[in-house]
Every structure is written in structure tokens, then in C-alpha cells.
């Protein structure tokens, strides 16, 4: 069964602009602080962005402030992520996932949380 389900990954220059979407199954996750995390080969998994369930609060790793900006369309049950003068560094595949637990911050996704199968983003020099 497929829950949340990412799409917008693909390639693009150094400096150039991507925006990620996940959708997922059902309304329910509306109610869910969403996130964003990454892996690029032979590296740790990493959390990039969060999103409360309002929309209100959101948080960001200190590598992606000011370039990546979180969102949600609940009526679309979509989250997306903005990511704007991409740099090679940020090569990676990029998943999302509900619920995240606690702050924002921590990055915690429930263990019986929903993750999606990942989109590839490459960024070229």
C-alpha cells in the first residue's frame, strides 16, 4: 500500500531550482508534522526540513536555511520543498515522511510512521 509517494526529483545545474512534492493516500496525514530527509550513497541518512501539522512552524538543518522552504496544501494533501540555488552537495535521494514526533528539530519519525519511495535529485557543477 502506498502512502506518500515524492516526485519532482531530477537534474539541474548548480545554482539552479527544484520543488519536490509528496501526496499522500489520505487526508489523515493533515493532521501529521511532515518531513523531508536525504541520503546520498554511502552517507547517513539525513533530516533536511519539518513542517507542523498547521503549517505554522517549520524548521530547517542549518546547510539548507535561506535556499529550502517546507509547505503544505492540505487540500491537496500534499507537502512540498522548494529548493532553490541548489548545490552539488545536496545530491541525494530525497524521501518524505509522517509523523514526526516531538519538536520539530529532532527529526524523530513515529516507528509505524509512512515513508515514501524517494525521489532522485542530482546537481551538476
Known amino acids: 500500500q502506498v502512502q506518500l509517494v515524492e516526485s519532482g526529483g531530477g537534474l539541474v545545474q548548480a545554482g539552479g531550482s527544484l520543488r519536490l512534492s509528496c501526496e499522500a493516500s489520505?487526508?489523515?496525514?493533515?493532521?501529521?508534522?511532515m518531513g523531508w530527509f536525504r541520503q546520498a550513497p554511502l552517507k547517513e541518512r539525513e533530516f533536511v526540513a519539518g513542517?507542523?501539522?498547521?503549517?505554522?512552524?517549520?524548521y530547517y538543518i542549518d546547510s539548507v536555511k535561506g535556499r529550502f522552504t517546507i509547505s503544505r496544501d492540505d487540500a491537496k494533501n500534499k507537502v512540498f520543498l522548494q529548493m532553490n540555488n541548489l548545490k552539488t552537495e545536496d545530491t541525494a535521494t530525497y524521501f518524505c515522511?509522517?509523523?514526526?514526533?516531538?519538536?520539530?528539530?529532532?527529526?524523530?519519525?513515529?516507528?509505524?510512521?509512512?515513508w515514501g519511495q524517494g525521489t532522485q535529485v542530482t546537481v551538476s557543477a
Open positions: 515522511a509522517a509523523p514526526l514526533l516531538g519538536p520539530l528539530a529532532n527529526g524523530i519519525v513515529g516507528d509505524s510512521g509512512s
Open positions: 513542517i507542523s501539522w498547521s503549517g505554522g512552524m517549520t
Open positions: 489520505e487526508s489523515t496525514f493533515n493532521a501529521y508534522a
